[in-house]
């Protein structure tokens, strides 16, 4: 078996980011796995390789290890390009001119197809008229799927099913799609169990469909609640002392932390104080809290 922790290098990891970190280093670990750490840094503007390695000494402050090198996919464009071909030669591939208000307003009318889906506005374009809309602007590129139902079995958030949609591969400049990437890299490295927060669990669908099509494994899936500020939004650095340097300010150390992670996802009883060692030996994936954490409730 083989799992990993993919986070985004925008910034600092924060408390639900390590929670997550710290459910998917379980997984992995209680089932003597290796656990990969590959940093998700394909938008080449709000990424930085410094916050990456802050990321990475946050991870090993908690004592969470990872095997091998860290994978950078700013610097795999070479195999996200060589999978959208695999796919152009299958026919699967279209170009798209669609700018976001466009997408947006086309989805929102009453006859599309799907509500919110992209509703597959330059599917069958003609010649001509993929000619006319290039002067516009650069095409993205749209993986031409069945608009079928997808369903898969969550680990922790059961049976789950969408209807997959016509998926963006690569942006209008040129960079490859966050879901084109993710499965070509859980291929390439072997990835056989991806944890990562519930916000992604509506792309699973998408990304199985892919992997289907670039007939690759489709590896298992646990989705973990988010972590939420006090306005109920998404955990965000504006919510306050949120990283384990903002904590470590106010006299928090790294094993508080932990405490409280573990206490969240409710694999620890009130008072009770563990080690990392001694949450792995009684891991049990059906303890974890199936519910989003207020951070400051
Ligand atoms: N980079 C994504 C995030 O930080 C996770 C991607 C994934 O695990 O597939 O939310």
């Not at 408390?15 to 590959?38: D, I, P």
């Not at 990456?52 to 402050?61: E, I, P, S």
């Not at 490295?189 to 509506?202: F, K, N, P, T």
């Amino acid at each position: 078996m083989r799992g990993r922790f993919a986070p985004s290098p925008t910034g600092q990891l924060h408390l639900g980011n390590l929670r997550t970190a710290l459910v998917a280093w379980l997984f992995a670990r209680s089932a003597r796995s290796e656990f990969l750490v590959r940093m998700d840094d394909l938008d080449l503007v709000t990424s930085r390789r410094e916050l990456g390695a802050g990321q990475l000494h946050d991870l090993a402050t908690l004592g969470l290890d990872w095997d091998g090198e860290v994978v950078w996919q700013s610097e795999r464009f070479n195999r996200y390009r060589t999978a959208i071909q695999n796919l152009a030669e299958q026919g699967l591939v279209y170009e798209c001119y669609c700018s976001r208000r466009e997408i947006h307003q086309a989805a929102q009318a009453p006859n599309a197809p799907i509500d919110g889906a992209y509703p597959g506005t330059c599917r069958d374009l003609t010649d001509d008229q993929r000619q006319r809309r290039s002067a516009d602007r650069p095409p993205a590129l749209r993986l031409r799927s069945p608009n079928t139902t997808v369903s898969f079995h969550d680990e922790l958030v059961g049976p789950f099913e969408a209807v997959v949609d016509d998926v963006v591969l690569a942006r209008n400049d040129g960079t490859p799609a966050y879901n084109l990437a993710v499965v070509v890299d859980d291929a390439a490295q072997g990835v056989q169990q991806v944890v990562r927060g519930d916000d992604l669990v509506s792309s699973t669908p998408r990304q199985i469909h892919l992997a289907s099509a670039l007939n690759v494994p489709i590896p298992s899936y646990a989705h973990v609640a988010l972590a939420l500020g006090p306005d109920g939004s998404r955990l965000a650095k504006r919510h306050g002392s949120v990283t384990l340097a903002d904590l470590a300010a106010q006299g928090t150390t790294p094993n508080d932390v932990l405490q409280l992670l573990a206490h969240s996802l409710k694999l620890t009883a009130p008072g009770d104080h563990v080690t990392l060692d001694t949450l792995l030996r009684r891991f049990d994936p059906a303890q974890i809290s199936r519910e989003p954490w207020q951070v400051f409730g």
